[in-house]
T-cell receptor, first 112, second 115 residues
Framework: GNSVTQMEGPVTLSEEAFLTINCTYT??????LFWYVQYPGEGLQLLLK?????DKGSNKGFEATYRKETTSFHLEKGSVQVSDSAVYFC???????????FGSGTQLTVLP | DVKVTQSSRYLVKRTGEKVFLECVQD?????MFWYRQDPGLGLRLIYF???????EKGDIPEGYSVSREKKERFSLILESASTNQTSMYLC??????????????FGDGTRLSIL
């Protein structure tokens, strides 16, 4: 089956620190990969995506590279801000799947 | 931009009531979904629909039903609300893609409290 494993949270960083949130996956078929962000009290928003190996998705200073050889899609940001405090979800979809498969989410708190 | 609109941000109901949560999307998406989200349990799929009048059970359908009479609208129904259905409910929609490369788009959520 399909599954997504994210690093356990919560993650607490100081402002301007470097962020990595690990995400690995197993998939039956060739997946597309997504990162979502959920701010407190809100729904999930698409942060970035990548649809083939070696693609790099980027948005708002966040990046993630689709690594087929290591089945990974780690989220990175060079300098986090307090406003990046949120829950981050990694997700995948395989061909013709109707829905995405989500990881369990990683809570990020950035302190001033 | 895709817009998924949930009818209420906050809702308070009483045990035993029949509760309707409404969701509307404006992008002619085929697929629509209802999730609930509880601390420590992540996103859990309740029901989804891949076409008008079509529905499929997700991981936790017990105590819920759904209705999709029009393509843009997907309703979640709590037949007889119970306190263990207090949760955040999230609606999502998605265009069908044979390659699987389309994201899901989420509404802002409804925080439902059952007293």
């Amino acid at each position: 089956g399909n599954s997504v494993t994210q690093m356990e949270g919560p993650v607490t960083l100081s402002e301007e620190a470097f962020l990595t949130i690990n995400c690995t996956y197993t998939a039956t078929g060739y997946p597309s990969l997504f990162w979502y962000v959920q701010y407190p009290g809100e729904g999930l928003q698409l942060l970035l995506k990548a649809t083939k190996a070696d693609d790099k998705g980027s948005n708002k200073g966040f990046e993630a590279t689709y690594r087929k050889e290591t089945t990974s899609f780690h989220l990175e940001k060079g300098s986090v801000q307090v406003s990046d405090s949120a829950v981050y979800f990694c997700a995948l979809s395989v061909e013709a799947a109707r829905q995405l498969t989500f990881g369990s989410g990683t809570q990020l708190t950035v302190l001033p | 931009d895709v817009k998924v609109t949930q009818s209420s941000r906050y809702l308070v109901k009483r045990t035993g009531e029949k509760v309707f949560l409404e969701c509307v999307q404006d992008m002619d998406h085929e697929n629509m979904f209802w999730y609930r989200q509880d601390p420590g349990l992540g996103l859990r799929l309740i029901y989804f629909s891949y076409d008008v009048k079509m529905k499929e059970k997700g991981d936790i359908p017990e105590g819920y039903s759904v209705s999709r009479e029009k393509k843009e609208r997907f309703s979640l129904i709590l037949e007889s609300a119970s306190t263990n259905q207090t949760s955040m409910y999230l609606c999502a929609s998605r265009a069908f893609s044979g390659s699987g490369n389309q994201p899901q788009h989420f509404g802002d959520g409804t925080r439902l409290s059952i007293l």
